[in-house]
């Protein structure tokens, strides 16, 4: 599976299990798997929903800076890429 880098982890909400993505590069789509990345972080997700400003989008571009539902803990700093099939 090939892997490209679209962004970083800014910051981790531990209750709503929220991470908050800067995308540098590409877009991302609800349905897209991506894979977080990290010294302690190495697992792959699938995107179920994403936020802009707080409210629900269906997709975000580079430059936007997103909310995402994760199903693990990530860390500032953390790389994601997005997995596509190939």
Known sequence: MAEKK??????????PS?????????ELKVGDSIKFSGHTTEFIDVVQSMEV???SVQKAVAGD???LKVS???????????VMAD
Do not use: Q
């Not at 679209?6 to 209750?15: D, L, M, Q």
């Not at 803990?73 to 790389?79: A, C, I, L, S, T």
């Open 65 to 67: 800076s997103i909310g």
């Open 72 to 82: 693990d803990r990530v860390r500032p700093g953390d790389e994601v890429f997005i």
């Open 6 to 15: 679209i962004g970083e982890v800014v910051k981790f909400f531990a209750k």
């Open 18 to 26: 929220v991470a908050a993505v800067h995308l540098t590069e590409g």
């Open 53 to 55: 400003d707080n409210n």
